[in-house]
């Protein structure tokens, strides 16, 4: 299956991305706090606190992904709730980011950008609504857990016709 790969490759690749957001933040901090450096009349020192306060923020957020990616690697399941929010939040941003790199950087960046959408939007396709359970669809029998499996007569999607629960009589 190409599930476990994709989640192991997006875990590295998110882990890598928040290590180098982070490092690339806290280097312009850096930089903007030697040159004394004003933008539009800001404090030196504030700019300079807020680019390695935002760095480590973008860093520890690409990095809490990439572990939701990693648990998804080792668990072999889809991730859900939180897990799910911040992969598709991550996933928004990879798209604006490649839109904005598009016009200020270049097709290169641009495409890594799309790369890494592309692998995060598969992983979150890959898994589908049977395996989100826990649970293959198979071993749960052929009623499944909550009653009569898709296609297996009585509800109308293989053609057959709906079946309905008797109804009570009257005495």
């Known amino acids: 299956m190409v599930r476990r790969p994709v989640a192991w490759i997006v875990a590295l690749v998110l ?3 928040g290590l180098g957001v982070a490092a690339l933040n806290w ?4 930089v903007v706090d030697r040159q004394d450096m004003s933008l539009a009349g800001l404090d030196p020192h504030l700019t300079s606190v807020s680019s390695k306060a935002a760095g480590v923020v973008f ?6 992904c990439g572990l939701v990616a990693l648990l998804v690697a080792l668990r072999d399941r889809a991730p859900s709730g939180a897990g799910r929010v911040l992969l598709i939040g991550a996933a928004v ?9 598009w016009g200020l950087v270049g097709v290169s960046a641009f495409l890594s950008m799309v790369v890494v959408l592309a692998l995060i939007v598969l992983l979150l396709m890959t898994y589908d609504p049977e395996s989100r359970s826990g649970a293959p669809a198979d071993a749960a029998g052929p009623t499944g857990p909550t009653g009569p499996a898709r296609g297996s007569g009585g509800d109308g999607a293989d053609g057959s016709p709906v079946t309905s629960p008797a109804a009570p009589t009257a005495p």
């Open 15 to 17: 882990f890598a991305e």
């Open 27 to 30: 280097l312009l901090g850096v």
């Open 59 to 64: 860093g520890l957020c690409f990095a809490l």
């Open 93 to 101: 941003v990879h798209a604006l980011l490649g839109a904005f790199a």
